[in-house]
C-alpha cells in the first residue's frame, strides 16, 4: 500500500524551460511534504519542503505546490539547467515521528 | 561540517552471511534513521533513533535485522543472516531534532551502503 506515488518515472526538459514534478499521496494525516534530490552514488540531499498549513513555498529557481483537497503537489524548476538533471523524491510525514515516506522517485533530464 | 559518512560503500556478502553496516551522524544530532532502497524502487523508512533510545522501528523487515546506537552516537546495522531479497542501498540520515521549528528537523543523508548478497 503505497501512500506517496510519482506517477511518472522519468521526465525530460530543454534547458530553460519549466520542470514539474508530480507527487500525490492517500494519507490525510501527512503534515508535512519535502522534495529531495539525488544523483547517482549519493544520498538524497534536502531542496525544499512545505507545511500543509501553506499552499505554496518558493525558494529561487524551485517552487512546491500543495493541493491538500486533491493531495497532490507539485515540484516547478524554473528555468531549468542540466545541472538539475538527478531523481527527484517526494516525501511526507505525520505528526512528530519524523519518518519520511517517500515515492518512488522521478528522474528529470534536462538537456541543453 | 562533516555529513553524515556511512561504512563500507559497498559491500558484496553470500546468502546466509553476516554483514554490519555503520553510519556516523553528523555531530550533535539527536535523529538517526535507517532507510532502503530496494530494486529502484522508494526509499523504504527502516528504524528511527532518538539518541540511543529505538523511538520506531516499525519498518524493520523482520528479525533478521538488529539496529543499535550504543552511547547516541554511531549506529550500527546488522543483517543476520543475509537472503537474497536484503539486497539494496541502505541509507543513513540524521537530524538535529523532530518538530518543524526552524528546519532543525531537515534529515541529512549519506551516501548510502549497497549490499547485494548473492
Known amino acids: 500500500d503505497q501512500q506517496v506515488k510519482q506517477n511518472s518515472p522519468s521526465l525530460s526538459v530543454q534547458e530553460g524551460r519549466i520542470s514539474i514534478l508530480n507527487c500525490d499521496y492517500t494519507?490525510?494525516?501527512?503534515?508535512?511534504f519535502l522534495w529531495y534530490k539525488k544523483y547517482p552514488a549519493e544520498g538524497p540531499t534536502f531542496l525544499i519542503s512545505?507545511?500543509?498549513?501553506?499552499d505554496k513555498n518558493e525558494d529561487g529557481r524551485f517552487t512546491v505546490f500543495l493541493n491538500k483537497s486533491a493531495k497532490h503537489l507539485s515540484l516547478h524548476i524554473v528555468p531549468s539547467q542540466p545541472g538539475d538533471s538527478a531523481v527527484y523524491f517526494c516525501a511526507a510525514s505525520g505528526g512528530q515521528g519524523g519518518k519520511l515516506i517517500f515515492g518512488q522517485g522521478t528522474e528529470l533530464s534536462v538537456k541543453p | 561540517e562533516a555529513g553524515v559518512t556511512q561504512f563500507p560503500s559497498h559491500s558484496v556478502i553470500e546468502k546466509g552471511q553476516t554483514v554490519t553496516l555503520r553510519c556516523d551522524p553528523i555531530s550533535g544530532h539527536d535523529n538517526l534513521y535507517w532507510y532502503r532502497r530496494v530494486m529502484g524502487k522508494e526509499i523504504k523508512f527502516l528504524l528511527h533513533f532518538v539518541k540511543e533510545s529505538k523511538q520506531d522501528e516499525s519498518g524493520m523487515p523482520n528479525n533478521r535485522f538488529l539496529a543499535e546506537r550504543t552511547g547516541g552516537t554511531y549506529s550500527t546495522l546488522k543483517v543476520q543472516p543475509a537472503e537474497l531479497e536484503d539486497s539494496g542501498v541502505y541509507f543513513c540520515a540524521s537530524s538535529l531534532r523532530t518538530g518543524r521549528s526552524l528546519g532543525t528537523d531537515t534529515q541529512y543523508f549519506g551516501p548510502g551502503t549497497r549490499l547485494t548478497v548473492l
Open positions: 494519507n490525510s494525516m501527512f503534515d508535512y
Open positions: 512545505i507545511s500543509s498549513i501553506k
